[in-house]
């Protein structure tokens, strides 16, 4: 962590008082001098911090600090996070860094993405300040039939840090995405490069784009009517450094025990709000209707149809409400 940081952080738990340049000084066993010189650097990076002669500084209004320091803060254990203000997607960065060796456990943030993906090719929106868009590169020891594994915990992990830490509680629409009050909150795009000799998988990235609040604007006409964000208006101060912090913890608790399926399998299955719905399963180009009857122990979503009982491991999923398909 740096200086500079370390100053800020200070300064952001004593927000609206007065702390001498000595006291910061001795605090992180530097000179004043390098304290008067983080304090101009903060203050060109846009900080209201005020200086009083003979008193100290202050800052002026508590800041949402969101940097690599601010999440690990907050982690159980250490993670190497990079964070870019923008790029095509995470997933890309993810993947990239993986052909040229970056070791499991790195996570990649990016502030806003131009590109960002969904499952089935599709764009996935993700140009809100107010959104968190990251990946994780992963080097399971698991056989690619057994990849949805990590697409399940990581549903799991996600639904669960969105309740622990907003105390809002989140349901999975199989097989990736997260939902709030019947509405779409956050999407999950697990990518892998397979090793055709062995079958395994040479790599993973985990993909989560998550809305944390609305868009200053509202969010875009088409989805308006079935996206919605964990946080009515703004979250509190703070807040996004605690999320991803929780996000990580919870994933890589679940992830380290991923041949445990009925760990996480049982949560998985506890919170779908599929389970009884009128389906419209979309499979290629072939659609299948039915009523989504249970999630067995792989993943794979049952559903009844007037043929009888078909077991899908892949697909998109759609819940029939008043005769359309959403």
């Known amino acids: 962590m740096s200086i500079k940081q370390d100053i800020l952080n200070l ?4 927000v609206g008082k007065i702390i001498s340049g000595e006291e910061l000084a001795k605090c992180l066993g530097v ?8 304090i101009n650097t903060l203050k060109c990076d846009g900080y209201d911090i ?6 100290g500084y202050i800052l002026n209004e508590k800041v949402d600090i969101f940097n690599e320091d601010s999440i690990n803060s907050y982690l159980k254990e250490p993670h190497k996070i990079i964070i870019y203000d923008t790029a095509t997607s995470s997933n890309t960065l993810a993947k990239q860094m993986c052909q040229n060796g970056e070791n499991e456990g790195t996570v990649i943030i990016v502030r806003s993405q131009t590109n960002g993906k969904g499952r089935m090719g599709r764009a996935f929106i993700s140009s809100s300040e107010n959104g968190l868009y990251l990946s994780i590169v992963l080097r399971p020891n ?9 697409t399940v915990l ?8 969105i309740y622990n830490t907003s105390n809002v509680p989140a349901t999975i629409k199989w097989v990736n995405d997260i939902y709030i009050n019947d509405k779409k909150c956050a999407g999950i795009l697990t990518e892998a490069q397979l090793n055709i000799e062995n079958g395994m998988l040479d790599y993973a990235v985990i993909g989560m784009g998550i809305n944390i609040a609305p868009p200053k604007d509202g969010f875009d006409k088409e989805i308006e009517d079935i996206a919605t964000s964990i946080f009515e208006k703004t979250a509190p101060c703070g807040y996004k450094s605690r999320f991803c912090a929780e996000i990580i913890d919870r994933f890589f608790y679940y992830y380290n025990q991923i041949e445990n399926k009925e760990l ?32 067995d122990k792989n993943a794979n979503l049952i559903v009844e149809t007037e043929n009888g009982k078909v077991a899908f491991s892949s697909g998109e999923a759609r819940v029939r409400k008043k005769g359309k398909s959403l």
């Not at 300064?11 to 004593?14: C, F, I, P």
């Not at 399963?281 to 009857?293: N, P, Q, S, W």
């Open 142 to 150: 698991i056989r690619a039939s057994d990849s949805l594994g990590i």
């Open 264 to 295: 996480y399998m049982q949560k998985y299955i506890e919170k779908s709000n599929i389970i009884g719905s009128e389906v419209d399963m979309y499979v290629g180009d072939k659609i299948t209707r039915g009523i989504a009857v249970a999630i």
């Open 11 to 14: 300064l952001n738990k004593n």
């Open 154 to 161: 990581g549903a799991v992990a996600l639904a669960e840090a």
């Open 50 to 55: 005020s200086s009083h002669k003979n008193t």
């Open 31 to 38: 000179t004043r001098n390098t304290v008067w010189k983080a």
